[in-house]
């Protein structure tokens, strides 16, 4: 039996440990956005791997699920005063209705319509916000009127809180995945995603699967569009539904490892990371820059790494746990 | 030791194109018994079993599963009222485990991951696979492939087992195990139609052969009559052979 001074225990204890202490140990607040946006594509990354990795299906339009939640959050709050907690739900929720009769329509079909669809539909809601321009206030976005330190309306004078709830809906998003993996859901859309017809054979409803992986994916993309419109105060448009955004979430996914509990999250530190950094080092002097940051990161993916950088990762882990000392004995 | 219908096909009908692939047939199979399927390659019988497990909408004609219609029903749908079938070429999830393969099956009646992985280990060592549950299905051999083929449909829980071409490609000995397996699971209850081309086999173990060729039936018997049934001989051996 495994002791609870094995490595197994305590390495990862000490890495959320490092999390919980880390906002004071970063020497100032961009530091924290920085990390703060690392857990956001945590969860954006984490969601899209339910349908993107473990249902197989390529989603290129996650961005309609981050923006739908962002806005009839935003919307709600400004609108009736409603707290941005409560609005979280409905956000998320109104995401999940969106991706039904995507879900259902695309679903029936196999091949690359559920991908076509997926960039459509968020560009059709991009078209439709800049459109109707006397409820969403077109390209001028919406802003979330600052109100300073008002944690019932989640809003904090500090960076540091928003981290916590970052970080809470990462590990939220990695709990769910292992529990998604480990149910008949998550046997069944790897299955399907090995030979369909064989699982069709055994009496699986592969539409049915997808669409729920789908309805999953876009409810928590929808929660994390709400904490983001939260965390930046102003949403336009282009930065919530956005192609660039749908395609950086999937990258994070299948940078890290598409398919597996923690290929996200390694995907999200990954990006972002080199995202931030040509940033810092260039200092906009070369608009689009982080596109070809995307752009390399995507071909050096494919080309070396295939299935993502998690099996590299998940030896250095096993090497690691093998090697430090343990209390009990540490199983390989 | 017949029991009652089980399976009715009543005017089967398929063309793809051209091709008349199926054409008005009719058969049953009973409750417990084995029935063979035979027929030269092109006959039909591949695509009857897709037409009864729902991966092709049959142009005319019904079928009856247990008193109630399931004609046109989605394979899903018709695996889950029990009849599960296996296919020509192998069709294993390759990058999983052999278990976790028979764990797909078993979580249709057993939606709680611990309790399929229990009856999957069972069906696993009634297959005789248990030593390789935790393989990957992509590197067993030919016959394990078979066997995890089996054992996958009977995770299901069906019925009526519809068995495409089993031992096609293995050795008198494997041939011979195969057999046996499929014997032992008509005396266990299951009602099993048999696809096959290793005519010994058929002969010995069904109960009753439907003979098909060009889309039709052309004879019905049990293995008795059929081997010695003019029809056959010519659409098996052509017409020289008939007086031979």
């Known amino acids: 039996m495994k002791a609870a001074g094995s490595p197994e225990y305590y390495l990862p204890a000490g890495i959320l ?21 690392m857990a956001v594509f945590v969860v954006l990354g984490g969601a899209w791997n339910l349908i993107g990795g473990y249902g197989g299906q390529l989603s290129l339009g996650h961005a309609a699920f981050f923006g739908t939640g962002a806005y ?3 919307l709600l709050v400004n609108a009736y005063g409603i707290s941005p907690w409560i609005t979280m739900w409905l956000g ?8 039904l009769p995507v879900g259902i329509i695309c679903f029936r079909l196999q091949g690359p319509y559920f991908a076509i669809a997926t960039i459509g539909l968020a560009e059709t809601l991009r078209l439709l916000v800049l459109h109707f321009r006397d409820i969403t206030s077109g390209a001028q976005g919406l802003t979330v009127p600052f109100r300073g330190d008002a944690p019932w309306l989640l809003q904090f004078g500090s960076k540091i ?12 998003v990695v709990l769910i995945t292992r529990r998604m993996e480990r149910a008949r859901l998550g046997h069944y859309l790897v299955a399907i995603g090995q030979n369909q017809d064989a699982a069709e054979a055994l009496g699986i409803n592969s539409a049915r699967a997808k669409a729920r992986a789908l309805a999953l994916s876009a409810f928590v993309t929808g929660v994390a569009g709400v904490f983001y419109a939260q965390y930046t105060y102003v949403i336009h448009p282009d930065s919530v539904f956005g192609l660039g955004l ?36 260039f200092a906009g002097q070369y608009p689009g820059l982080e596109l070809m940051v995307y752009g390399g990161l995507l071909v050096a993916v494919i080309l070396w790494r295939p299935r993502g950088v998690i099996p590299w990762f998940a030896r250095l882990y096993q090497g690691l746990v093998a090697r430090l000392p343990a209390a009990g004995g540490a199983r390989a | 030791m017949k029991g009652d219908i089980l399976l009715e096909v009543e005017g089967l009908a398929k063309r793809f194109g051209g091709v008349q692939a199926v054409a008005d047939l009719s058969f049953h199979v009973r409750e417990g018994e084995i029935l063979g399927m035979i027929g030269p390659n092109g006959s039909g019988k591949t695509t009857t079993f897709n037409m009864i497990t729902g991966f092709y909408p ?23 009222c029990g009849i599960c079938r296996t296919f020509q070429v192998a069709k294993p999830f390759r990058e999983l485990t052999v278990i ?3 764990m797909t099956g078993t979580l249709l009646r057993h939606p709680d991951p611990a309790l399929a992985e229990t009856r999957a280990e069972e069906v696993l060592r009634a297959v005789g696979l ?61 009602t099993v139609v048999v696809v096959e081309h290793v005519m010994r086999a058929v002969m010995s173990l069904s109960d009753r052969i439907v003979v098909l060729d060009q889309g039709t039936k052309i004879a019905e018997g049990n293995p008795r009559e059929i081997s010695s049934d003019p029809r056959v001989i010519q659409a098996y051996l052509g017409a020289e052979y008939q007086r031979a």
């Open chain 1, 17 to 37: 440990l490092f999390l919980i202490v880390l906002p004071f140990l970063l020497p100032n607040p961009f530091y924290v956005h920085i990390v703060v946006m």
């Open chain 1, 72 to 74: 009839v959050s935003t």
């Open chain 1, 92 to 99: 998320g929720l109104a995401a999940l209705l969106l991706s």
């Open chain 1, 161 to 172: 809180p928003y981290y916590y709830i970052a970080l809470i809906m990462a590990v939220g």
């Open chain 1, 246 to 281: 749908s395609i950086q979430i999937a990258l994070v996914a299948i940078v890290g490892g598409v398919g597996t509990t923690m290929g996200p999250v390694l995907g999200a530190v990954i990006m972002e990371f080199f995202i931030q950094s040509t940033q810092i080092i």
């Open chain 2, 58 to 80: 049959p142009d005319r004609g019904r079928v009856r599963f247990a008193g109630r219609d399931i004609t046109g029903l989605p394979p899903y749908e018709v695996c889950g």
């Open chain 2, 100 to 102: 976790r393969n028979v």
């Open chain 2, 130 to 190: 248990a030593e390789r549950a935790q393989m990957q299905a992509g590197s067993l051999t030919t016959i394990d492939q078979r066997r995890l083929e089996v054992a996958r449909a009977l995770g299901t829980a069906p019925r009526l087992l519809l068995l495409d071409e089993t031992m096609a490609g293995l050795n008198p000995t494997e041939v011979a195990e195969a057999m046996r397996l499929i014997a032992s699971l008509r005396d266990q209850g299951l």
